[in-house]
């Protein structure tokens, strides 16, 4: 195992598509602030320390469209390129292989997400000053805070590491880079329309679109966050049919389990041929 | 065809199995299938193959597009599962003990296949933590096949040569007893392909077993102890390539009474097919005895105008062996 996370540590920090998505996540993540803090009312999430929960919102936000491209090109390309041969003719065991290569993409998504406080931190200081509200908010900073960021990062990469998964799993499945970005993008694009048009039929159609994992993933960083953030600010503002995150972080796990499940059962049974 | 090879022909058995000496192999084989079998629906790419490769010879394992070499080397290496049979590597069963016969082994499976983001020298790299060896062997690697000055440059941006070369490396980095080649020789030029068997020939001398699979005949015939030659997942023969190749052996004749000459050679028991063309015998005859051949045509009075030696080639008898099967 830590042979194979040594070889896909080394993979990740040679390969540019990585780099590229933590470029699109900080620019998209400024864009959110400053879009955000141009409008008077709303900008008071966005002053620091709170500014580092905007920026896990952000990101959290930003995982359906970014995590599944790391995740199904990190499973698609080792059979686009036949890199899978090279792999397991050196070391066989092809379980330890997926969790190694998943269990370095998760580190990935964690350093990404140090990133966006990074970001945060920089954007929500600028906020602050330029708006005349200082670069600190301070009386906010507490124990009690701090906690509530670090479950934030923690449900922010919690949602992020779904994703991640979705798209492996696909990528894995069908040996596919393009399918396994295509199926993780894409299901959420089909689970948002699929809710909509569930919930309007109403009865037990609602009651299944209910359980999409989108309904888990789309609010749970926000969720976590909402009792540090300003009561009653767009941003602390969710909905009220929500699921609770101990349900959230129940359900996404079955998910993950499946989906980690079917990777593993399919790269142990199957052949070799590509 | 000749009468020796309709036998070896019918019965898919190996011709010979005799060493340098001239005496049978004895111990752990490198390499030992038993009635390995690979079928995909109603297709059997590998029918009951059964081979032995002895430890520090080059076992050539030759094949039409097709034929199963790639599938049956996939088995080898764990990337494909048999459907039945067995094969044991270095005295080993690749069911049970695949991670300990790859880390004694280098392959190549196909084409060469590396990151194509990465340089020659970070794919080393990486093969080195995958394989669990130290990375400091990567330099004498990279001069090994005369890749040292292309080590920075990127793999996507080798030519096939270098990336052949490359993989040739890889599969050497873990210092491998046993080089499971297929095609090493594909887009090498023809530098390249003399570097290649001379690599062979060095590995062979130093005690590695290599079972080696082209479509390059003439670089197989030089380099292969033996050779086996499969055919819609059928072994069709396998046997040393000298005794192969030496047992073919053709004398051209020209003669005047062509259709009594034939009579008269066919009597001789050395003697095997005997094929007449107009005035020319091709007769199939060890070519050290072509004195005696003249010798017992004169004997009957009956006069060699001309004789020349065919030598066989294994491209030839390759294509004796799997055209007649193909259809």
């Known amino acids: 195992m830590i042979a194979y996370m040594s070889f896909e540590w080394l993979k990740l920090t040679k390969r540019w598509m990585p780099r590229i998505i933590l470029f699109l996540m900080v620019c998209l993540t400024v864009l959110a602030f400053w879009g955000q803090g141009s409008r008077v009312g709303n900008q008071g999430d966005l002053f620091l320390p709170r500014g580092w929960l905007a920026a896990l919102i952000y990101a959290s936000f930003f995982a359906p469209f970014f995590w599944p491209v790391l995740g199904g090109s990190w499973a698609g390309n080792e059979y686009g390129w036949g890199t899978i041969r090279m792999i397991l003719t050196r070391r066989p065991y092809r379980i330890q292989h997926a969790l190694g290569a998943l269990s370095i993409l998760l580190v990935a998504v964690a350093l990404a997400l140090v990133a966006m406080l990074l970001v945060g931190s920089v954007a929500g200081f600028l906020v602050g000053v330029l708006t005349g509200n200082g670069g600190f908010t301070s009386g906010v900073l507490s124990a009690g805070f701090l906690g509530t960021l670090l479950k934030s990062f923690l449900a922010a990469w919690y949602v992020g590491a779904f994703y991640l998964i979705l798209a492996y799993a696909a990528g894995t499945v069908f040996r596919s880079a393009a399918v396994g970005i295509g199926i993780g993008i894409g299901s959420t694009l089909a689970e948002v329309v699929l809710r909509g048009i569930f919930t309007a039929l109403g009865g037990t159609w609602r009651d299944v679109a209910q359980h999409f994992p989108v309904v888990y993933t789309q609010d749970m960083a926000r969720l976590v966050a909402a009792p540090q953030l300003i009561p009653g600010s767009s941003m602390a503002s969710v909905g009220s049919d929500l699921p609770g995150i101990g349900e959230s972080i129940v359900l996404l796990a079955i998910y993950m389990a499946i989906l980690l499940a079917i990777t593993l059962v399919t790269l142990r049974t199957r052949d070799v041929t590509a | ?327």
């Open chain 2, 1 to 327: 065809m000749s009468k020796t090879s309709e036998i070896q022909l019918e019965s898919g058995a190996e011709v010979t199995d005799r060493s340098q000496n001239g005496h049978m192999r004895a111990g752990t084989a490198a390499i030992e299938s038993s009635e390995l079998t690979k079928t995909y629906g109603h297709l059997v790419a590998v029918d009951h193959l059964s081979l032995r490769v002895e430890r520090a010879e080059i076992f050539g394992f030759l094949g039409p597009n097709g034929a199963g070499k790639t599938t049956t080397m996939r088995m080898l290496l764990g990337l494909v599962r048999p459907t039945s049979g067995n094969a044991r590597i270095l005295g080993m069963d690749i069911a049970t003990h695949l991670p300990e016969i790859l880390a004694r082994t280098g392959s190549i499976i196909e084409n060469p296949t590396f990151y194509p983001f990465a340089s020659g020298r970070d794919n080393l790299r990486m093969v080195a933590r995958l394989s669990g060896v130290s990375e400091s062997s990567i330099p004498a690697i990279l001069d090994l096949v005369d890749l040292s000055s292309a080590g920075s440059k990127n793999f996507k941006a080798y030519s096939l040569g270098m990336k052949q070369r490359l993989a040739v490396g890889a599969a050497l980095l873990n210092e491998p007893e046993i080089l499971i080649l297929d095609e090493p020789a594909n887009g090498l030029d023809p530098a390249g392909i003399v570097e290649m068997r001379e690599l062979m020939k060095r590995l062979k001398d130093e005690g590695h077993t290599v079972l080696i699979s082209s479509h390059v005949l003439h670089e197989i015939e030089q380099i292969c102890d033996r050779i086996l030659i499969l055919n819609h997942g059928r072994v069709v023969v396998q046997g040393s390539v000298d005794t192969l190749l030496g047992g073919r052996d053709l004398l051209e004749v020209r003669i005047e009474r062509a259709e009594e000459a034939e009579a008269v050679l066919l009597s001789v028991p050395w003697i095997g097919e005997v094929t007449r063309d107009g005035d020319r015998l091709l007769v199939a005859a060890p070519l050290t005895r072509a004195a005696d051949v003249t010798r017992i045509l004169a004997e009957r009075e009956l006069y060699v105008c001309g004789l020349r030696p065919q030598e066989q080639s294994l491209e030839r008898y390759f294509l004796d062996v799997t055209s007649g099967d193909a259809a």
